[in-house]
């Protein structure tokens, strides 16, 4: 799987949370939550590239392409983990899992789903 830009990953969440949309519906949304509305060319050109690599599929409905995610969120956001584990903590991911302890002052709660997780592995 190949690594996104960041307009690309960008795109992509708001294509996870939309389920299936058109170019109209992102740029939509894009200015509902940024409050500035992306050029139909901008978004046209990202949808492309993420159909041409693999991320997206398409269909047309009434001259229009209607875009689907392939790839789910959770397999992207794994491949990019394991990435970043492998990079930054050399794939150790005890280390990673110990920097987030330690630096990003995880709650008890969250704590405890880990523990949870562990477990059922």
């Known amino acids: 799987m190949q690594k996104l830009t960041r307009a690309q990953e960008d795109l992509m969440h708001h294509v996870w949370e939309l389920g299936e949309c058109t170019v109209g519906d992102l740029r939509q949304r894009i200015k509902e939550q940024t409050g500035t509305l992306p ?6 050109t990202l949808t492309l590239a993420l159909d ?7 269909r047309e409905y009434s001259r229009t392409f209607v875009y689907t995610p392939i790839i789910s969120r959770e397999a992207y956001g794994r491949q990019r983990l394991s990435r ?10 005890s280390a990673a899992v110990s920097y987030l302890v330690k630096d990003e002052n995880l709650s008890l709660d969250e704590l405890n789903a880990l523990v949870r997780q562990l477990e059922e592995e």
Request: cysteine-free; overall charge positive.
């Open 39 to 44: 050029a139909h060319s901008t978004i046209s």
């Open 52 to 58: 041409e690599r693999g991320f997206l599929s398409h």
């Open 84 to 93: 970043l584990v492998k990079r930054f903590f050399g794939g150790s991911g």
